[in-house]
């Protein structure tokens, strides 16, 4: 098996596995094929399925720049991936079969819907190597809050998947394997159902709303109320 496996579409899912034992730390080259699939979608593809081997689920990124040209290529990867990950049409669901930490809680948390095992730890580490992790901070506080973004990143505590749902970082926990494979069988079936082009107007409604205040966004919305309204039907 490569690194990242990237199946054919069946029935409008693209299921992408990563591979990199033992901590599934995501290369550069991992990085840009994954943004490629995000950006450039497969035919018919509605859903993608994110999941790795073994036993964490990512516990980071590789890291191997020292000079300032090269840390900043690999930061402008890291960058590219994340806001694949925001932008895409395609519906993102992430499964969450161990340990995440960093970057890795990172991809998990920008994914539409993600579950994860009840067994799961996330934690963000960089404190611990003296760096305050940027990319985190840029989307982090939107999802919990300021003062638990701070208290996360401060001190690198791991937190459980519970705790991660009561935060907004992941939607669900599952008990065994078997019962995270069966949620995510159901959320693709759920979502499979609907259709692509209204998921991804809502997609593109949240992230642009998001980035505005409330009076910009319900005068934003008109426009597209009207708009949506009269694609009604289309696929």
Known sequence: MSDLVIHDPVDGVVLVEIDLPPDNLYTLEVCRQLTEVLEQPPQGAHILRLRAAGDAFCLGRERGGTTPAEVRTEAE???????????????????????????????????????????????????????????????????????????????????TAARAVELGLINATAASVEELGKQSDERAAALGRRSPRVH????????????????????VSLDRLVVGSLRRGEG
């Open 77 to 159: 990867v890291l960058v590219a991936l994340m806001r694949a990950l925001r932008r895409t049409r395609l519906v993102t669901i992430a499964e969450v079969q161990g340990d995440a930490a960093g970057f890795g809680v990172g991809i998990a948390a920008a994914c539409d819907v993600t579950v994860a095992l009840e067994s799961a730890r996330l934690s963000f580490p960089e404190v611990g190597i003296g760096l305050a992790p940027a990319l985190v901070l840029a989307w982090l506080p939107r999802v919990v809050g300021p003062r638990e973004a701070f208290w996360l990143t401060a001190t690198g505590e791991t937190i």
């Open 200 to 219: 991804a107007d809502i997609k593109d409604m949240i992230r642009m709303f998001a980035e505005v205040g409330d009076d910009a966004a319900l005068d």
